[in-house]
């Protein structure tokens, strides 16, 4: 907000609990990358793929859907 960007149109993308941790923090949306043992019970809500391929696939998906949502508002 500081430098005007809406961290809320952001996609933070990574395969750590810390990553995670930082899209909450900045209002970015997380998508984990599976990796066994790598987050437990605070993946619930958090998209989740198997490879970075993927994980770009439901980001373009997400954004599409957002774009017509923002679209169909006064």
Do not use: C
Request: glycine share 8%.
């Amino acid at each position: 907000a500081e430098l005007g960007v809406d961290p809320s149109a952001f996609y933070d993308v990574g395969d750590q609990k810390t990553d995670v941790e930082l899209a909450r923090r900045i209002g970015a949306t997380p998508v984990f990358i599976r990796r066994p043992a790598s987050l437990t019970d605070d993946a619930r809500g958090i998209a989740a793929a198997d490879d970075l391929w993927e994980a770009a696939g439901w980001i373009i998906e997400h954004a599409k859907q957002a774009a017509r949502g923002a679209e169909s508002q006064p």
